[in-house]
């Protein structure tokens, strides 16, 4: 068996420095979270989507699965 000891840290590529969500310090491994250093759900949470009219809402009724089948 042989020990490697790896004293130095290995450099990261150019270019690819690591990105952490500013909200929750995740880090960020996707194009667009890097550059708005924001991970998915936290910029979800700043930017929600619109909610849709819920005058429309209440038309839609969740129906349970038929049983048997
Ligand atoms: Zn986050």
Redesign the pocket.
């Known amino acids: 068996m042989q020990l490697f000891e790896s004293e130095e840290e290995p450099s990261p590529p150019a270019g690819r420095r690591p990105v952490w969500?500013r909200?929750?310090g995740?880090p960020l491994t996707g194009a667009a979270s890097r550059r708005t250093g924001?991970?998915p759900?936290?910029d979800a949470k700043l930017h929600p989507a619109p909610q849709p009219d819920i005058r429309t809402r209440r038309h839609e009724v969740e129906q349970d699965p038929l049983p048997g089948t």
Request: aromatic share 0%; hydrophobic share 25%; with cysteine.
């Open positions: 969500c909200l929750c995740r924001l991970g759900g936290c």
